[in-house]
Protein backbone atom coordinates (compact mmCIF):
# COMPACT_ATOMS: atom_id res chain seq x y z
CA UNK A 1 0.00 0.00 0.00
CA UNK A 2 1.08 3.38 -0.90
CA UNK A 3 1.01 5.39 2.36
CA UNK A 4 0.39 9.42 1.36
CA UNK A 5 1.74 12.28 3.58
CA UNK A 6 -1.91 12.53 5.46
CA UNK A 7 -1.67 8.80 6.25
CA UNK A 8 1.69 8.78 7.44
CA UNK A 9 0.27 11.81 9.77
CA UNK A 10 -2.50 9.93 10.64
CA UNK A 11 0.11 7.17 11.53
CA UNK A 12 2.18 8.85 13.59
CA UNK A 13 -0.58 10.90 15.49
CA UNK A 14 -2.17 7.37 16.26
CA UNK A 15 1.42 5.50 16.61
CA UNK A 16 1.84 8.20 19.84
CA UNK A 17 -1.82 7.89 20.91
CA UNK A 18 -4.32 5.24 19.89
CA UNK A 19 -6.75 7.34 21.01
CA UNK A 20 -6.25 10.51 19.77
CA UNK A 21 -9.66 12.55 18.77
CA UNK A 22 -10.52 12.10 15.06
CA UNK A 23 -11.08 16.12 15.53
CA UNK A 24 -7.49 17.02 15.97
CA UNK A 25 -5.90 14.41 13.74
CA UNK A 26 -8.45 15.72 10.63
CA UNK A 27 -6.83 18.97 11.61
CA UNK A 28 -2.79 17.83 11.35
CA UNK A 29 -3.84 15.79 8.52
CA UNK A 30 -5.56 18.72 7.00
CA UNK A 31 -8.79 16.56 6.36
CA UNK A 32 -12.41 16.26 7.25
CA UNK A 33 -13.29 13.57 9.96
CA UNK A 34 -15.07 11.65 7.76
CA UNK A 35 -11.86 11.09 5.63
CA UNK A 36 -9.52 10.53 8.47
CA UNK A 37 -12.32 7.53 9.58
CA UNK A 38 -12.02 5.58 6.39
CA UNK A 39 -8.08 6.41 5.49
CA UNK A 40 -8.18 4.77 9.28
CA UNK A 41 -10.14 1.95 8.19
CA UNK A 42 -8.48 1.27 4.95
CA UNK A 43 -5.12 1.23 7.14
CA UNK A 44 -6.71 -1.61 9.43
CA UNK A 45 -8.10 -3.45 6.51
CA UNK A 46 -4.66 -3.07 4.58
CA UNK A 47 -2.84 -4.55 8.04
CA UNK A 48 -0.68 -1.39 7.69
CA UNK A 49 -2.27 -0.58 11.64
CA UNK A 50 -1.97 -3.89 12.83
CA UNK A 51 -2.86 -3.45 16.24
CA UNK A 52 -3.95 -1.41 19.47
CA UNK A 53 -3.20 -1.94 22.78
CA UNK A 54 -2.45 0.11 26.32
CA UNK A 55 0.99 0.22 27.45
CA UNK A 56 0.85 -1.78 30.99
CA UNK A 57 4.06 -1.06 33.38
CA UNK A 58 5.30 -4.33 34.43
CA UNK A 59 6.11 -2.95 37.80
CA UNK A 60 2.59 -2.00 38.73
CA UNK A 61 1.37 -5.01 37.97
CA UNK A 62 3.64 -7.80 40.30
CA UNK A 63 6.60 -7.95 37.36
CA UNK A 64 9.94 -6.62 38.39
CA UNK A 65 12.20 -8.22 36.40
CA UNK A 66 12.78 -8.11 32.74
CA UNK A 67 14.78 -10.51 31.06
CA UNK A 68 16.89 -10.47 27.42
CA UNK A 69 17.12 -14.13 26.68
CA UNK A 70 19.43 -16.14 24.20
CA UNK A 71 18.21 -19.51 23.26
CA UNK A 72 20.41 -22.00 20.75
CA UNK A 73 18.34 -25.13 19.49
CA UNK A 74 19.93 -28.32 19.36
CA UNK A 75 18.60 -29.12 15.55
CA UNK A 76 16.76 -26.02 13.57
CA UNK A 77 14.14 -28.78 11.45
CA UNK A 78 11.16 -26.64 10.75
CA UNK A 79 8.66 -28.21 12.95
CA UNK A 80 10.67 -27.64 15.91
CA UNK A 81 11.41 -24.25 15.14
CA UNK A 82 7.70 -23.99 15.19
CA UNK A 83 7.29 -25.75 18.26
CA UNK A 84 9.67 -23.50 19.91
CA UNK A 85 7.38 -20.30 18.33
CA UNK A 86 4.69 -22.02 19.43
CA UNK A 87 5.49 -22.23 22.57
CA UNK A 88 7.22 -18.80 23.40
CA UNK A 89 4.06 -17.04 21.72
CA UNK A 90 1.70 -19.45 24.36
CA UNK A 91 3.68 -18.04 27.63
CA UNK A 92 2.47 -14.73 28.69
CA UNK A 93 5.81 -14.04 30.40
CA UNK A 94 7.55 -13.60 26.98
CA UNK A 95 6.55 -10.49 25.78
CA UNK A 96 9.10 -10.74 22.83
CA UNK A 97 10.51 -13.53 20.68
CA UNK A 98 12.49 -13.21 17.57
CA UNK A 99 14.01 -15.51 15.07
CA UNK A 100 17.64 -14.47 14.70
CA UNK A 101 20.83 -15.23 12.89
CA UNK A 102 24.43 -15.32 14.78
CA UNK A 103 25.41 -17.86 18.05
CA UNK A 104 21.80 -17.91 19.02
CA UNK A 105 18.41 -18.98 17.60
CA UNK A 106 16.00 -17.17 19.52
CA UNK A 107 16.11 -13.92 21.59
CA UNK A 108 13.68 -13.73 24.02
CA UNK A 109 12.05 -10.72 26.42
CA UNK A 110 10.48 -11.99 29.42
CA UNK A 111 9.06 -10.89 32.71
CA UNK A 112 9.19 -12.23 35.62
CA UNK A 113 7.99 -10.82 39.25
CA UNK A 114 11.31 -12.46 40.85
CA UNK A 115 13.76 -14.71 40.87
CA UNK A 116 12.31 -17.71 41.68
CA UNK A 117 9.68 -17.24 38.77
CA UNK A 118 12.08 -16.50 36.50
CA UNK A 119 13.24 -19.97 37.29
CA UNK A 120 10.22 -21.48 36.96
CA UNK A 121 9.78 -20.15 33.46
CA UNK A 122 13.33 -21.83 32.50
CA UNK A 123 11.75 -24.96 33.57
CA UNK A 124 8.54 -24.50 31.08
CA UNK A 125 10.54 -23.37 28.41
CA UNK A 126 13.71 -24.92 28.28
CA UNK A 127 14.94 -27.32 30.57
CA UNK A 128 11.57 -29.74 29.67
CA UNK A 129 12.43 -29.03 26.04
CA UNK A 130 14.57 -31.88 24.59
CA UNK A 131 15.77 -29.33 21.97
CA UNK A 132 16.86 -26.38 24.01
CA UNK A 133 20.77 -26.95 23.54
CA UNK A 134 20.97 -23.74 26.17
CA UNK A 135 20.11 -20.33 27.09
CA UNK A 136 22.24 -17.56 28.48
CA UNK A 137 19.97 -15.20 30.22
CA UNK A 138 21.28 -11.00 30.87
CA UNK A 139 18.91 -9.74 33.58
CA UNK A 140 17.83 -6.13 32.23
CA UNK A 141 18.98 -3.50 34.86
CA UNK A 142 16.92 -0.51 33.81
CA UNK A 143 14.28 0.42 30.86
CA UNK A 144 15.63 3.15 29.24
CA UNK A 145 13.55 2.92 26.20
CA UNK A 146 10.33 0.70 25.66
CA UNK A 147 8.21 0.72 22.68
CA UNK A 148 7.65 -1.35 19.22
CA UNK A 149 7.36 2.57 17.21
CA UNK A 150 8.28 2.58 13.70
CA UNK A 151 9.65 5.78 12.24
CA UNK A 152 7.34 7.88 9.60
CA UNK A 153 8.53 10.56 8.32
CA UNK A 154 6.01 13.25 6.45
Known sequence: ????????????????????????????????????????????????????????????????MTFLIMVELERERLDQLDAFRRKAREEPQIQQCYYITGEADFALIALAKDMKDFEQLTHRLFFADANVKRFRTSVVMHRTKVGLSVPLND
Open 1 to 64: MKLSASDTTILRLLQSNARERLETIAAEAGLSVATVQRRIKGLREAGVIAGESALISPPAVGYA
